[in-house]
């Protein structure tokens, strides 16, 4: 099983995401959709200086913790895109 990737915004220092495969494994035992965020959510915390992290839900599953920079602005306009004004 491969692990569950997270990007995380350079100067994050906490984190919460959703285990995958723990999401999956609800799915299947048919558990209701509140329940199964509940044992899927990971929170926790990260130094400004760590460039990527591995930590594991309580399940045990490998999720990888990884910083990206935030894209560059789009050169032109993208109808798709959200507009908020």
């Known amino acids: 099983m491969t692990a569950t990737i997270v990007w995380i915004a350079p100067s994050a220092t906490t984190?919460?995401?959703l285990c995958e495969p723990c999401l999956e494994?609800?799915?299947v035992e048919?558990?209701?959709?509140?329940e199964?965020?509940?044992?899927?959510s990971v929170r926790g915390s990260i130094g400004v200086e760590a460039a990527a992290a591995?930590?594991?839900c309580r399940a045990?599953?490998?999720i990888v913790l990884r910083r990206v920079e935030r894209p560059p602005n789009l050169?032109?306009?993208?109808a798709?895109?959200?507009q908020l004004t």
């Open 75 to 78: 050169s032109q306009h993208d």
């Open 30 to 34: 048919g558990v209701l959709f509140a």
């Open 60 to 62: 045990g599953h490998e």
């Open 54 to 56: 591995s930590v594991r």
């Open 15 to 17: 984190y919460a995401c």
């Open 80 to 82: 798709r895109q959200l």
């Open 36 to 40: 199964a965020l509940m044992r899927a």
């Open 25 to 27: 494994q609800a799915r």
